[in-house]
């Protein structure tokens, strides 16, 4: 584990540092301005449900593992310091999932910073008086909104499992480029079939259904909490990323990248 929080702290000062000290900061600025303040300040009836934060915290770290996962081991490549760190005496499996790990983490705190910027725009932006959600604990007009509890479970664990997706997913695609442009396009697909597949594919799949089937699924779906359907939606990511992350795991050999 040690080994694996290493290669995690390396790769995060790189990620970090994406962009040259002060730009790199400007551009986290920016995108967390973009999805913490001005989607929540033009949408704030959808913003204020609950369904479109949850949904967010699971798209959101699909923008921003893409990126930095395409760049782990191509951009190594291209700089010329993958030999270098294949030489080391870190075990395979540190150095992989040492790389997930990193873009994981970094997107599941930019998602948290944009989730926190969303409750500050619906408080002191926009009139969240008698609406939805669970104010905190206060008096008259100082109550504070706050996310129903579905939200946090979608933000706490379903950004980690989509993190998890399409890091594993773009593990593969970095191995095998040979410069980061080339990732970067090549991940375009992987990124656009999850998306895709997840806004279009599965309510395709529900509506093939049997009408009987459909008004039975639903009628659970509506008999559960919200977290629950989180929860199980979430459980079946983290399947798929077991399985993703096995077979990246057993494929990561540092002699065939040295022959390469």
């Known amino acids: 584990m040690r080994d694996i929080i290493v290669v995690a702290g390396k790769e995060l000062r790189e990620i970090v540092g994406a962009g040259g ?3 790199g900061l400007v551009r986290e600025l920016l995108f967390i301005g973009i999805f913490g303040l001005l989607f929540p300040l033009t949408q704030v009836e959808a913003w204020l449900s609950g369904g479109v934060p949850a949904a967010f915290a699971l798209m959101v770290p699909l923008f921003l593992v893409g990126p930095h996962v395409a760049d782990s081991f191509a951009g190594e490549r291209e700089r010329g310091t993958l030999e270098t760190l294949l030489a080391t005496r870190l075990p395979d499996r540190s150095i992989y999932f040492g ?3 990193a873009v994981c983490g970094y997107a599941w705190a930019v998602t948290l910073l944009i989730i926190l910027a ?4 619906l408080n002191f932006g926009a009139d969240v008086s008698g609406r939805g959600g669970s104010p905190t604990a206060g008096s008259g007009e100082s109550e504070f909104f706050v996310y129903p509890a579905f939200v946090w479970v979608a933000w706490g664990v379903g950004s980690i499992a989509s993190g998890l997706l399409l890091a594993s997913i773009g593990t593969f695609v970095s191995l095998r480029s040979k410069t980061v442009r080339g990732a970067h396009q090549a991940m375009m697909i992987p990124l656009f ?8 594919g599965i309510p395709a799949l529900f509506r093939s259904l049997p009408p009987s089937t459909q008004e039975r699924f ?3 779906l509506e008999s559960m909490p919200a977290v629950s359907v989180v929860l199980w939606a979430v459980g079946g990511l983290f399947v798929i990323d077991l399985v993703l992350l096995g077979l990246g795991a057993r494929l990561f050999r540092r ?3 040295i022959s390469d």
């Not at 079939?193 to 279009?200: A, K, N, R, T």
């Open 193 to 200: 079939v999850v998306i895709l597949g997840g806004s279009f």
């Open 255 to 257: 002699d065939r990248l």
């Open 118 to 121: 969303s409750l500050l725009a």
């Open 99 to 101: 790389k997930i790990l």
């Open 218 to 220: 639903t009628e659970l």
């Open 21 to 23: 000290g002060r730009k």
